[in-house]
C-alpha cells in the first residue's frame, strides 16, 4: 500500500544557494518545512512551520508557488512518497536553528548528495533554472 505524506517547503535563495536544515540526529540536509496540520492551508503550514524551525516570519502576501515535487520519502519504507509543495516568500528575521533543527547551512549544486530524494530533485530543477549554482 503506498501513502503520500504531504509537506510544504520554502525556497530561500542567495548568491546561488538555498538555505537548508539538518535536524538533531539526522545525517541528511532538509529544505525547510513541514507536515500540513489538518484543515490547514498551504500557506498557513508555511507561515506555521517555518517559524516553528527557524523563528523567521514568512510575509504572507510575497509567497509564490515554486512547484511541487514527490520522490521516495527519506528514512521511511518503500513506497511511502513525499509530497513538497515549495514557495518561495520573503521573510522578517534572521533564520535561527529551533524546536527539532540543529543547523541551518547555505547549500550549493555540490551538496546534492547530502539532502533527501525529494530535495535533490528540487536541486536539479533549482539548478536547471540558473538558480542554484
Same mark, same amino acid.
Given at each position: 500500500?503506498?501513502?503520500?505524506?504531504?509537506?510544504?517547503?520554502?525556497?530561500?535563495?542567495?548568491?546561488?544557494?538555498?538555505?537548508?536544515?539538518?535536524?538533531?540526529?539526522?545525517n541528511a540536509y532538509y529544505i525547510?518545512?513541514?507536515?500540513?496540520?489538518?484543515?490547514?492551508?498551504?500557506?498557513?503550514?508555511?507561515?506555521?512551520e517555518i517559524d516553528e524551525e527557524?523563528?523567521?516570519?514568512?510575509?504572507?502576501?510575497?509567497?509564490?508557488?515554486?512547484?511541487?515535487?514527490?520522490?521516495?520519502?527519506?528514512?521511511?519504507? *518503500?513506497?511511502?512518497? &513525499?509530497?513538497?509543495?515549495? @514557495? =518561495?516568500?520573503?521573510?522578517?528575521?534572521? %533564520?535561527?536553528?529551533?524546536? *527539532?533543527?540543529?543547523? &541551518?547551512?547555505?547549500?550549493? @549544486? =555540490?551538496?546534492?548528495?547530502?539532502?533527501? %530524494?525529494?530535495?535533490?530533485?528540487?536541486?536539479?530543477?533549482?539548478?536547471?533554472?540558473?538558480?542554484?549554482?
Amino acid at each position: 500500500m503506498s501513502r503520500i505524506i504531504d509537506k510544504i517547503a520554502w525556497i530561500h535563495l542567495d548568491n546561488g544557494k538555498i538555505l537548508s536544515t539538518r535536524s538533531r540526529g539526522k545525517n541528511a540536509y532538509y529544505i525547510p518545512g513541514g507536515k500540513r496540520e489538518p484543515g490547514e492551508t498551504d500557506l498557513d503550514t508555511l507561515i506555521r512551520e517555518i517559524d516553528e524551525e527557524l523563528s523567521i516570519t514568512i510575509i504572507p502576501a510575497t509567497a509564490t508557488h515554486v512547484g511541487t515535487y514527490q520522490a521516495q520519502a527519506h528514512g521511511h519504507a *518503500e513506497g511511502i512518497t &513525499v509530497q513538497m509543495t515549495c @514557495y =518561495a516568500a520573503d521573510h522578517h528575521g534572521v %533564520p535561527t536553528p529551533s524546536s *527539532e533543527i540543529e543547523e &541551518v547551512t547555505w547549500l550549493s @549544486y =555540490a551538496d546534492r548528495d547530502r539532502v533527501s %530524494p525529494v530535495d535533490q530533485i528540487i536541486f536539479d530543477h533549482l539548478h536547471q533554472t540558473g538558480q542554484l549554482h
